[in-house]
């Protein structure tokens, strides 16, 4: 992850954070001083623009997903294996992202397991039946659907 978005920039944000409520709740108890509201100033300043750059990667990764899962063909297998053990570096060329970034922010529970598998189930039936359509089985034989976590029967 540190390639990806900068040096520790998760710790930078949780620290900014912290320091930001800390200056806050004196602020509470006494009037700060000019000093303590300019490094407020810039403690938010930064900690915003971490979470900025944050965001940005996380949609950009977000975009880039379904690219992924369609240049793969590991239909039957979870997302995450994939990623992390079948794919990794046709996922790092299509993300940017390395096996070790993906766990981290698996890690960080960036992901919402329940709306990803949803997520990953819509992809798979739309993509199947727009092969379908044209005339193509690409995958002849599929019996189960790998979603992000886990692995479901195709009803057929």
Known sequence: MTRWLGDNIIETIINKSDKIKEIKEKGKSRDLSDKEKK???????????????????????????????????????????????????????VTGLTVKDFHLLVQLRVFNTEHMNQAVFAFRRYEDASLRYTGIDSHEGLSHYGLFNTVVAIEK
Do not use: G
Not at 57 to 62: E, V
């Open 39 to 93: 490094e407020l100033s810039e403690e938010e300043k930064e900690y915003k623009s971490k979470r900025k750059l944050v965001q940005e990667k996380l949609i950009k990764f977000a975009t880039r997903i379904p690219a992924f899962m369609y240049l793969t063909d590991f239909r039957e297998n979870t997302l995450q294996d994939v990623i992390t053990k079948l794919e990794p570096d046709l996922f790092l060329t």
